[in-house]
Nanobody, 129 residues
């Protein structure tokens, strides 16, 4: 059984940084796409960043240049380095993973979080002074 567990959330000041981690356990070797998604109160879940098994990445325009997604396959861990944080980055951040039949179009993956079958419980990020 696959489990995803996020950590690293918390309170940060505007302009600050946080690094989120997502530890995967279970049968994870078949995943060809993983990503970070977030949901703020009263808003729909949105894609933040996704990465495929080749290390190709895709970011939401709102975080491009500030956030970096990466993965350490030896540790089965996905990361999200968040720099230059803004109050509008405040949300519950969740990691997701799945195995898609073909090499996933990352623009599609970013826009369709409901297509991911495996999710962590989420970690809260609050950006406030």
């Amino acid at each position: 059984q696959v489990q995803l567990m996020e950590s690293g959330g918390g309170l940060a000041q505007p302009g600050g940084s946080l690094r989120l981690s997502c530890a995967a356990s279970g049968f994870t070797s078949s995943f060809n796409c993983m990503g970070w998604f977030r949901q703020a109160p009263g808003k729909e879940r949105e894609g933040v960043a996704v990465i495929d098994s080749d290390g190709t990445t895709r970011y939401a325009d709102s975080v491009k240049g500030r956030f970096t997604i990466s993965q350490d396959n030896s540790k089965n861990t996905l990361y999200l380095q968040m720099n230059s944080l803004k109050p509008e980055d405040t949300a519950m951040y969740s990691c997701a993973a799945d195995t898609f039949a073909d090499s996933p179009d990352l623009r599609w993956a970013l826009l369709h979080p409901h297509e991911f079958g495996h999710w962590g419980q989420g970690t809260q990020v609050t950006v406030s002074s």
